[in-house]
């Protein structure tokens, strides 16, 4: 009885697992593809540009916050379309996380739904809580 | 060195980087850094930006292959990504606050270290080890599919596994790397879990560890568009290649190979950070 249960619960993490991978699978893809897109633009633009990276300057206020990001992706600025691209490239793994608690729900896991909130909550307050976003 | 020009000498770089990271097991990561920083004059900063992308995309696109196979046990990987997490948010707010030296200097001592570990025999686990307590509370136990039937586990020491995760995550918060080395140490050594369920797990749990230090390196003005566009696909493409190529052999010389220029360019790193040519 005990195992009969014990491997029926390794089947729907097996199916639960599966599905995750979809998903991360399809965030990367689509974040590659907006990355891709905002590259193409912004090395037309600015491909003849000289390059600057040895002094360190910290990325412009519209570049560090979602909603500066999402107001240079819709003006088509190739920088805000690739960092949109890396947004959503960070999103994808959080809403794994998010997506795991429904699965352990499912599975009537209480203590791993509780250990999944928790990790969902510490990745809300790095993507939230830190000043300038 | 027009942008273009240099766009596509990182990208390629990170190509290599990603296809040699994912063929020998030891990430991209790990030398996209020294890459940037000593071969192209990337201040540390940026550079740990963009390989903290990178890493991301590495983990997320190599899980897809991982769970076919079924062996990865999501209930450790989210039980310890409680560890790794916060330890990525207090390893990217000690990026913020020492110097580029003193970040140098740790690189360096972790690629070294990286490296030594890549060299030593593993031991190898007592399967036969008796159930822990804490560890069945948490339900961690688990099994998975082996030639020879389903192989069951235990795991073992979950405070000191837990513990060394929370250094893991720090190390990747704080360097811009999967720290994959670590975790898969901490499972597989201290936790007694067997190895292709660590380094399966390990990489399921890198890219949310990566995420949580993502966000404040971004809003910190740490991720550079134009430098990471290059390293995130370049890294991406290679190391999907390396996945398809190769998913578990890992082959013994190109491991070696790879570890003596890990040690190499550690040591510029170690250099560098100690002399503040950094």
């Given at each position: 009885?005990?195992?009969?249960?014990?491997?029926?619960?390794?089947?729907?993490?097996?199916?639960?697992?599966?599905?995750?991978?979809?998903?991360?699978?399809?965030?990367?893809?689509?974040?590659?593809?907006?990355?891709?897109?905002?590259?193409?633009?912004?090395?037309?633009?600015?491909?003849?540009?000289?390059?600057?990276?040895?002094?360190?300057h910290g990325e412009p206020a519209d570049l560090r916050s979602v909603s500066g990001i999402v107001r240079?992706?819709?003006?088509?600025?190739?920088?805000?379309?690739?960092?949109?691209?890396l947004l959503l490239l960070i999103a994808t793994p959080v809403a794994r996380v998010a997506f795991s608690i429904f699965g352990f729900a499912e599975e009537?896991?209480?203590?791993?739904?509780v250990i999944t909130i928790i990790v969902l909550l510490v990745l809300i307050y790095s993507l939230m809580g830190s000043p300038g976003l | 060195m027009s942008i273009l020009e240099f766009?596509?000498?990182?990208?390629?770089g990170s190509l290599v980087a990603g296809f040699l990271g994912a063929l020998t097991g030891l990430g991209g990561?790990?030398?996209?850094?020294?890459?940037?920083?000593?071969?192209?004059?990337?201040?540390?900063?940026?550079?740990?930006?963009?390989?903290?992308?990178?890493?991301?995309?590495?983990?997320?696109?190599?899980?897809?292959?991982?769970?076919?196979?079924?062996?990865?046990?999501?209930?450790?990987?989210?039980?310890?990504?409680?560890?790794?997490?916060?330890?990525?948010?207090?390893?990217?707010?000690?990026?913020?606050?020492?110097?580029?030296?003193a970040v140098s200097i740790v690189f360096g001592l972790v690629l070294i270290g990286s490296a030594f570990l890549s060299w030593k025999p593993r031991v190898k686990n007592a399967s036969d080890a008796s159930p822990d307590a804490l560890a069945t509370r948490l339900r961690l136990n688990g099994s998975f599919p082996e030639s020879g039937g389903i192989r069951k586990y235990h795991v073992r020491r979950?405070?000191?596994?837990?513990?060394?995760?929370?250094?893991?995550?720090?190390?990747?918060?704080?360097?811009?790397?999967?720290?994959?080395?670590?975790?898969?140490?901490?499972?597989?050594?201290?936790?007694?879990?067997?190895?292709?369920?660590?380094?399966?797990?390990?990489?399921?749990?890198?890219?949310?560890?990566?995420?949580?230090?993502?966000?404040?390196?971004?809003?910190?003005?740490?991720?550079?568009?134009?430098?990471?566009?290059?390293?995130m696909l370049g890294v991406l493409a290679g190391s999907l290649l390396g996945t398809r190529v190769l998913v578990k052999v890992h082959p013994k010389w190109l491991r070696r190979v790879f570890s003596i220029v890990i040690v190499v360019l550690g040591s510029e790193m170690l250099y560098k950070g100690i002399s503040g040519k950094i």
């Amino acid at each position: 009885m005990a195992q009969e249960e014990s491997q029926e619960l390794g089947w729907t993490d097996h199916r639960m697992e599966i599905l995750i991978g979809k998903l991360l699978r399809a965030g990367v893809l689509l974040s590659a593809v907006v990355v891709l897109l905002g590259g193409t633009v912004y090395l037309l633009r600015h491909g003849h540009t000289r390059v600057d990276y040895r002094v360190f300057h910290g990325e412009p206020a519209d570049l560090r916050s979602v909603s500066g990001i999402v107001r240079d992706t819709l003006a088509l600025r190739g920088e805000g379309i690739i960092q949109l691209g890396l947004l959503l490239l960070i999103a994808t793994p959080v809403a794994r996380v998010a997506f795991s608690i429904f699965g352990f729900a499912e599975e009537h896991d209480r203590m791993y739904v509780v250990i999944t909130i928790i990790v969902l909550l510490v990745l809300i307050y790095s993507l939230m809580g830190s000043p300038g976003l | 060195m027009s942008i273009l020009e240099f766009s596509l000498i990182v990208a390629a770089g990170s190509l290599v980087a990603g296809f040699l990271g994912a063929l020998t097991g030891l990430g991209g990561g790990v030398v996209i850094v020294p890459m940037l920083s000593l071969l192209l004059g990337v201040d540390i900063r940026y550079a740990i930006g963009a390989s903290l992308v990178s890493v991301i995309a590495t983990s997320s696109g190599a899980a897809a292959a991982y769970v076919r196979e079924g062996i990865s046990n999501i209930r450790i990987g989210m039980f310890l990504e409680v560890a790794t997490t916060l330890g990525a948010i207090a390893g990217a707010t000690l990026a913020t606050h020492i110097s580029t030296g003193a970040v140098s200097i740790v690189f360096g001592l972790v690629l070294i270290g990286s490296a030594f570990l890549s060299w030593k025999p593993r031991v190898k686990n007592a399967s036969d080890a008796s159930p822990d307590a804490l560890a069945t509370r948490l339900r961690l136990n688990g099994s998975f599919p082996e030639s020879g039937g389903i192989r069951k586990y235990h795991v073992r020491r979950v405070p000191l596994g837990w513990s060394l995760m929370f250094g893991a995550g720090t190390l990747s918060g704080l360097l811009g790397i999967g720290s994959g080395a670590m975790k898969v140490l901490a499972m597989d050594q201290a936790m007694r879990i067997p190895f292709k369920v660590s380094t399966t797990t390990s990489n399921f749990m890198i890219g949310v560890t990566a995420a949580a230090s993502a966000g404040i390196y971004l809003s910190r003005g740490y991720i550079d568009p134009g430098l990471s566009m290059p390293v995130m696909l370049g890294v991406l493409a290679g190391s999907l290649l390396g996945t398809r190529v190769l998913v578990k052999v890992h082959p013994k010389w190109l491991r070696r190979v790879f570890s003596i220029v890990i040690v190499v360019l550690g040591s510029e790193m170690l250099y560098k950070g100690i002399s503040g040519k950094i």
